[in-house]
């Protein structure tokens, strides 16, 4: 089958002919019908990571936002049968250890990052094997048709966890989001479907204006002004309720703590660049003196995918619109390597295999 195969970091991806996956007793194989390609893909390619864990050995499969058909089933599956159209969530289950029967199945003792870690070969590929599927392999309801479902991997989904659960949004509260790259966009559609009111802040005109199309009342462009926290200060007459860091480089992080009003709560979603190695300096002083919280969000649990699926179902909220483009899979490295200058808006996603 093709896949997309990192070779070494930060040389020029290719695809080639590897083998097809066979299923674990546990686990099983879809075929893939559409992919996102994902800054968090881009991060593996450069070789960022390795002090979270997530830095495989080459050759290995990128891609970690599938959804898919399944072909083939092992045999100690359950819940599973070939032909189910299924979502795929990036970090993968036990669903045998303490938080996994707790409900939070997306910080799993053993967890495994799809196309991140040895143990997972990605989805940039016709095929791809999921393990633990009675928990990893989400059924998707007849509504939701191939193209809709193909934005809904890890930018989209861990936007909904960030904003419905850990930033907890809603009730006409002020939500600010630094960095309008997919995962932002996605948090400002979804903000915006929960009933807040959301600024968004870049530094792009195309992504600005695209924030305001996703329900952003506002939007700030951080290249105009010296100060956009203050900005979103002025905006909010003294800070946002809540405020998200969809990017993960210093200067958005810190910008996105700093556009808080007193009692307010950040949300980190993006992970750090080689750059910060995972470090970033934020006003401690602030959080004890206004209280303010800082909550990190990972992906989304399985068993609270169905919430999600009904917003979608109901029209509340709509991946494809995040989707900006479909492309095929030899065009996949020419998108990532479009990452490096920030090229590229919304969610492409890879659906010709």
């Not at 029209?315 to 996949?332: A, M, Y």
């Amino acid at each position: 089958m093709k896949a997309v195969m990192l070779e070494e970091f930060q040389e020029p991806l290719e695809v080639h002919n590897v083998e097809r996956p066979e299923p674990e007793s546990h686990g099983i194989v879809a075929e893939v019908d559409g992919c996102g390609v994902c800054r968090s893909d881009w991060h593996c390619w450069q070789g960022d990571w390795d002090w979270f864990g997530y830095r495989p050995d080459p050759p290995h499969i990128l891609g970690h936002e599938p959804c898919g058909t399944v072909v083939e089933v092992g045999e100690d599956v359950e819940t599973v049968s070939e032909g189910d159209h299924i979502a795929i969530p990036f970090n993968f289950a036990c669903g045998k250890c303490e938080l996994c029967r707790n409900g939070r199945e997306n910080i799993c003792e053993n967890h495994i990052g799809l196309g991140f870690m040895n143990e997972a070969p990605g989805a940039f590929a016709e095929e791809v094997h999921v393990p633990n599927a009675d928990i990893n392999a989400v059924p998707l309801p007849d509504e939701i048709d191939p193209d809709t479902a193909a934005g809904i991997g890890c930018r989209f989904m861990t936007s909904y966890h960030g904003m419905a659960h850990r930033g907890d949004v809603g009730n006409g509260e002020d939500v600010v989001v630094h960095g309008l790259g997919g995962v932002g966009l996605s948090a400002v559609h979804i903000a915006d479907a929960l009933g807040a009111n959301v600024i968004g802040v870049d530094l792009f005109e195309d992504k600005l204006e695209k924030a305001e199309q996703l329900g952003a009342v506002t939007t700030v462009n951080a290249s105009e002004v010296d100060d956009p926290a203050k900005e979103v200060r002025d905006i909010t007459d003294g800070g946002a309720d809540c405020s998200v860091d969809a990017l993960g480089i210093a200067t958005t992080c810190q910008n996105a703590v700093n556009s808080l009003a007193k009692g307010g709560r950040h949300v980190q979603i993006g992970l750090t660049t080689a750059e910060e190695e995972g470090q970033v300096m934020l006003p401690t002083d602030d959080f004890v003196a206004k209280e303010i919280d800082f909550r990190g969000s990972l992906g989304l649990q399985p068993s609270r995918y169905p919430e999600m699926l009904d917003m979608i179902k109901t029209g509340k909220i709509d991946p494809s619109k995040l989707v900006s483009e479909t492309i095929s899979i030899e065009e996949v490295p020419d998108t990532l390597a479009a990452m490096n200058d920030y090229d590229t808006m919304g969610i492409p996603v890879c659906s010709e295999f």
